[in-house]
C-alpha cells in the first residue's frame, strides 16, 4: 500500500505544483505528473535534510513534496526555455 500511496500522493502534489506555477513548458500527462511530484518530494527531502530541517530517517510530508515539485518545475521549465531559444 505504500507504492501506491506513494503515487497517489505524488499526483496530487504535481497538480497542485503545476496549479501553482502554470506554463507553456510543462510537462502534461498523468505519468509526468506523478512523476513530478515523486521526484519533488525527494528534493525536498534531500534540501530539509541537509539544513536540518528534517532527521536521518524522515521524509517530506505532503507540503514539502508540492515545494520540491515546484521546484523541480521551475528548473524544468528553464531549461525547456533555453532549450527552444537557441533553435
Do not use: D
Request: proline residues 5%; glycine residues 18%.
Amino acid at each position: 500500500m505504500s507504492i501506491i500511496g506513494t503515487i497517489i500522493i505524488g499526483f496530487i502534489a504535481g497538480l497542485i505544483a503545476k496549479f501553482i506555477m502554470p506554463g507553456p513548458n510543462e510537462p502534461s500527462g498523468f505519468i509526468l505528473t506523478t512523476i513530478l511530484g515523486i521526484v519533488g518530494a525527494f528534493v525536498a527531502t534531500f534540501i530539509g535534510q541537509a539544513v536540518g530541517w528534517y532527521g536521518p530517517n524522515q521524509g517530506a510530508g505532503f507540503i514539502g513534496a508540492i515545494v520540491g515539485a515546484v521546484v523541480v518545475l521551475a528548473i524544468y521549465g528553464f531549461i525547456a526555455s533555453r532549450r527552444t531559444s537557441t533553435l
